[in-house]
């Protein structure tokens, strides 16, 4: 029991730590998508959910893993200022409403809208 409590407090602090990395980088990450759409390199379709319960870095993190499952996501990344989940959708695939509402649902948490 001692061992799992400790390998949960070590789990957390590492999605805390991978968590601020990438709120620090989340900047540079889009300016350099602008830089990909101004080229026209790849035509990805992006998703945006409000995400009601998406209140800490563990939520974050979760609901990003549970969208990486999906073979149509080719990136995520769940912001907890604004509780949006920006999921970006590889090139000719799809993910629907449904699906959408599904993940976030199956991760514990409830999609308070969906913007395409
Ligand atoms: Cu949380």
């Given at each position: 029991m001692k061992i799992f409590i400790t390998l949960l407090s070590l789990l957390l602090a590492v999605t805390t730590l991978e968590n601020q990395s990438f709120a620090a980088m989340s900047g540079m990450d889009?300016?350099?998508?602008?830089?990909?759409?101004?080229?026209?390199?790849?035509?990805?379709?992006?998703?945006?959910?409000?995400?009601?319960?998406?209140?800490?870095?563990?939520?974050?993190?979760?609901?990003?893993?549970?969208?990486?499952?999906?073979?149509?996501?080719?990136?995520?990344?769940?912001?907890?200022?604004?509780?949006?989940?920006?999921?970006?959708?590889?090139?000719?695939?799809q993910i629907s409403d449904e699906v959408v509402k599904e993940i976030i649902t199956d991760a514990g948490y409830n999609v308070v809208k969906i913007e395409r």
């Open positions: 889009h300016n350099m998508k602008d830089m990909k759409e101004m080229a026209g390199a790849k035509n990805v379709t992006e998703v945006k959910v409000k995400v009601k319960g998406l209140v800490c870095a563990f939520c974050a993190r979760n609901i990003e893993k549970s969208f990486l499952k999906n073979p149509a996501v080719e990136k995520v990344k769940a912001d907890l200022d604004t509780k949006i989940v920006t999921i970006d959708v590889k090139e000719g695939q």
